[in-house]
């Protein structure tokens, strides 16, 4: 059990964690995580009033990580396919990279700014060496989805769980989806972040559209997930502290995150 060091029950006020999940503690893996001042955001859709940490690298002040509760869906998620391939596109500074890569997974990592700026690599490599799961993860630099169709076509990988943070305008999202859904395993699960964004939201709605089933987890920036076959995505309770509105585009998923 790689991450049984970092097991931690005691969630702070503002780090708010579905109680039904296992909990882990990484921030010793991320010597320059703070909590970032959220004034600073002006990217239409954050959800600002949802009152949980918003971390960050001192060194990208503007660029979040995904939050804490977010990042245990992804952990416990990953948990139901130890062992398997997994896909990550977007990995920023690898705190949702450590977060999915402690569960057991054999883990890709697409993220173009390895070679752009070569701080996010230095500090990937740290904290996956610092969390112990350096072998298990295959960083990849490059752009989605060529790279996806690389990996599925001239390597046959196939995917147990993918996870989409990468390309959130225009046509990215959905071209992610189209992409990984063809390399996705029998028994399979594809989840989405920051599904605040029409675009975003369009790659899950690929995936509803194909036949696969969806859902919408209540976190501060909405999750969702596409799933088929033998296997089942965790559930999750949202904070009851905060009333969690439905954006128009997601108006189908009903308060509980499943289709009406």
Request: proline residues 6%; hydrophobic residues 40%.
């Amino acid at each position: 059990m790689s991450y049984a060091r970092f097991l931690e029950e005691e969630v702070s006020e503002y780090d708010y964690v579905s109680p039904n999940f296992i909990k882990i503690k990484v921030d010793e893996c991320f010597p320059d995580m703070v909590v970032g001042d959220t004034s600073v955001i002006r990217t239409p859709g954050f959800r600002k009033h949802i009152l949980h940490n918003w971390y960050i690298d001192s060194s990208f002040p503007y660029c979040g990580f995904i939050n804490r509760d977010e990042a245990h869906i992804l952990f416990n998620a990953a948990l139901l396919v130890q062992g398997k391939n997994a896909l990550e596109i977007g990995s920023h500074v690898g705190w949702s990279t450590v977060h999915y890569a402690l569960s057991g997974v054999q883990l890709d990592v697409i993220e173009p700014n390895l070679a752009q700026d070569p701080r996010v690599l230095l500090k990937i490599l740290a904290s996956l060496q610092l969390a112990n799961v350096k072998s298990s993860v295959n960083l990849i630099n490059g752009e989605s989805p060529d790279i996806v169709h690389k990996l599925g076509k001239l390597q046959g990988k196939r995917y147990s769980m993918i996870f989409i943070d990468g390309n959130h305008d225009g046509d990215g999202p959905i071209n992610d989806a189209i992409s990984c859904a063809e390399y996705v395993a029998e028994d399979g699960m594809v989840f989405f972040h920051d599904l605040v964004f029409p675009a975003v939201a369009r790659g899950l709605n690929y995936f509803r559209e194909i036949g696969w089933n969806t859902r919408i987890y209540h976190t501060q920036q909405i999750m969702g997930v596409a799933w088929r076959g033998a296997i089942d995505p965790p559930e999750h309770i949202p904070d009851p502290r905060f009333e969690w509105d439905i954006p128009p585009h997601l108006n189908m998923y009903d308060g509980s995150g499943f289709l009406i």
